[in-house]
Each structure stands twice: as structure tokens, then as C-alpha cells.
């Protein structure tokens, strides 16, 4: 039979497109790039009655960092924004690992970061490595704004945080601490326009001598319901050089963590070989990149 109609509507302020949202509760949709959005009204995932286009809303076409803020990402910044952006490259490479490997080209031009995230799907590339970078969701609605950390913002395969009418508006990542490094990898069995079997983010800091891991962070994609932050990573790492037994008591913390299911991309028990792997991987470029990083304000 194939969809219903529905209205499609482009409001260029965030209060109408609230409003647009928040009538008839539940049968509106926003639309950001539509690389998950369309694919799901084909398979009538939804019955909706309007797709509310957010792209116009300079809220959320926002792209700016602030040596001291941070970076502002607007929750439909496409992808591709993102890795042509020299203060991104410079400072968020962990960012740029995610989006860069998202789809492929094509789909980077459309596919967002926020639809990424309000999407919450288990294999999302890019909500792990916002969350070690302690990134915040930025969140309006017919009630008013409020924050929710990344880590905390997807709570269930394809559940969110946000309550009916409500509008991802942007994503806040703090400044890069002075010598600190994120990375995110995933294992794909193929190179591009692939879902993560499993996936893996750092986020390290080191100390003033430039090798002491003084805070550590990490987070695995596509082996649980949700992003995983991964528990007791601290005690693994903390206070060491990341030398080979620290990274394996760091994998082994990963493989722990790890809730994987089996499905036609793999078992549960390679995916939690997987998360050990890439989380040892991850965590080496994280340090390295920490190693070179530079003070933030520079
Ligand atoms: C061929 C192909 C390859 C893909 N490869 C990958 C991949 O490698 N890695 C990966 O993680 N994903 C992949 N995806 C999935 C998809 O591209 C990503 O999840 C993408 O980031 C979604 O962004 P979007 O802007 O297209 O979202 P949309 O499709 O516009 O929206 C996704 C969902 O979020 C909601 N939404 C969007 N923006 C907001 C907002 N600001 N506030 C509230 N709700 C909102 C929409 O209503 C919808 O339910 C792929 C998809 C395709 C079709």
C-alpha cells in the first residue's frame, strides 16, 4: 500500500516548528537529513500526519567553536560540514573519526549528527564518541529547554529522552582539555555503507608529564540496546603509561561491559571479542593523539 500522505513543512524558527511538533501529539516527525527518516516512513514505521523539515531553523544549521565554549553543533549540521571545518579537524578528531566514516559520501552530504543520535540506534557511529567527549543535548519543547548528556540521551533501540513535541536543538562538546585525545573505531566487514558490528570510542587526558593517563573514558557501539559506557575503565588505566597490561585490563573491562546480542551482522560472542579488540585499538590512538595534542587556546 505504501505510506499515508502526510503534510511536508519547512518552518524557519525554532518556536514554530515546536508548535508544528507539538499539535496532535505523536503524528509529526522532524526531518533532518532523511537517511533514517525516509527509510522508515517506506517501511511505514510510522503513520504521521507532518514531517516538520528542520534544516531552516538557524538553531540548528549553527556550526561554531569557541576556544573556551567549546563547539556548538547544530542538531541538522550535515556530516560533511563537520570534517570540512579546520577548528573541527584541528580539535575534534575523535568527532571526525565518527563522521567521516558514517554511510558513505553521499549519504554524509544529507545524514546529521543529531538524526544520528535522535535516531538511537544500538550501532550509532557518532553517539559514542560525543559521550566520552562529554558532549550535551541541547533540548527544546512546548515546556521550555533542558539539558541531557549524550551518555544518558538514548535509552532503549530507537528511544530517546525526548518527549513529545520536543526538538534536539544542538550539541554542546566541551574544549579540548589541554593533552588530552579521542578516537572512534568500528569493525565493518566491509569498508563503507556498513553498520558497525561493533564499535568503540575513547577519550583520554593525561597529566603534566605528558604520559600519566590522569582520566579516561570509553564507550562501545553496537554491542547492547544503547551505547555502553564502559564500567571501572578508571581503575584500569588511571596512573598508568597505557602500556600493553593496562590497555588489556582496559579490553578486558570493555569485553565485560559489553551486552551484545547475535544477528545476521555477527554472534554475541564475536562482538565481545570485538569490543576488547577496539577498545585496546581506540584507546592507543586516543593516547597518541593526547600526546600531540596542543593547549586548546593555541
Ligand atoms: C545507506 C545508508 C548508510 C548508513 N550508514 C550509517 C553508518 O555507517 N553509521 C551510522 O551510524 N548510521 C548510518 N546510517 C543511518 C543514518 O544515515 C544515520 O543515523 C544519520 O546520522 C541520520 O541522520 P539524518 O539527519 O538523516 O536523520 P533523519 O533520518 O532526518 O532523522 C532520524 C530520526 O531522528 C529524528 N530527528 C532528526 N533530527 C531530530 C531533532 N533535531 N530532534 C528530534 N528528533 C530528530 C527523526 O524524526 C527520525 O526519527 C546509514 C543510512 C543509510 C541509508
Do not use: F
Given at each position: 500500500m505504501g505510506p499515508m500522505p502526510f503534510a511536508y513543512l519547512r518552518p524557519t524558527s525554532l518556536p514554530e516548528a515546536i508548535a508544528l511538533l507539538a499539535q496532535?501529539?505523536?503524528?509529526a516527525r522532524p526531518l533532518a537529513g532523511g537517511t533514517d527518516l525516509l527509510v522508515q516512513l517506506r517501511a511505514e514505521r510510522y503513520q504521521l500526519d507532518r514531517v516538520v523539515?528542520?534544516?531552516?531553523i538557524p538553531e540548528l544549521a549553527e556550526l561554531r567553536y569557541d576556544p573556551v565554549d567549546g563547539l556548538t553543533l547544530g542538531?541538522?549540521?550535515?556530516c560533511y560540514r563537520i570534517y570540512e571545518d579546520p577548528a573541527i579537524l584541528a580539535h575534534y578528531p575523535g568527532l571526525v573519526d565518527a563522521v567521516s566514516i558514517l554511510g558513505g559520501v553521499a549519504i554524509q552530504g544529507r545524514a546529521t549528527v543529531g538524526g544520528n543520535l535522535c535516531n538511537?540506534?544500538?550501532?550509532?557511529?557518532v553517539t559514542p564518541v560525543l559521550a566520552v567527549m562529554g558532549a550535551i543535548c541541547m533540548i527544546s519543547g512546548p515546556l521550555g529547554s533542558r539539558t541531557v548528556a549524550v551518555a544518558e540521551f538514548?535509552?532503549?533501540?530507537?528511544?530517546?529522552?525526548l518527549d513529545n513535541g520536543?526538538?534536539?536543538?544542538s550539541i554542546q562538546v566541551p574544549a579540548p582539555a589541554p593533552n588530552s585525545g579521542a578516537a572512534y573505531l568500528r569493525f565493518t566487514?566491509?569498508?563503507?555503507?556498513d553498520i558497525a558490528v561493533a564499535g568503540a570510542a575513547a577519550w583520554v587526558a593525561l597529566a603534566d608529564d605528558q604520559r600519566t593517563i590522569a582520566e579516561a573514558r570509553l564507550a562501545l557501539a553496537a554491542v547492547g540496546p544503547t551505547m555502553i559506557l564502559v564500567d571501572h575503565l578508571s581503575e584500569a588505566l588511571?596512573?598508568?603509561?597505557?602500556?600493553e597490561a593496562a590497555l588489556e585490563a582496559a579490553a578486558r573491562r570493555a569485553r565485560d561491559s559489553a551486552r551484545p546480542i547475535t544477528d545476521m551482522r555477527g554472534s554475541a560472542s564475536q562482538r565481545r571479542h570485538l569490543a576488547g579488540v577496539l577498545a585496546k585499538r581506540v584507546l592507543q590512538v586516543a593516547i597518541e593523539r593526547a600526546r600531540q595534542a596542543f593547549p586548546p587556546n593555541d
Open positions: 496532535d501529539g505523536g503524528r523539515d528542520i534544516k531552516a542538531a541538522a549540521v550535515p538511537a540506534s544500538p550501532s550509532a557511529d538514548c535509552t532503549a533501540p530507537g528511544q530517546t529522552s520536543e526538538l534536539l536543538v566487514p566491509r569498508r563503507e555503507m588511571v596512573g598508568t603509561d597505557g602500556g
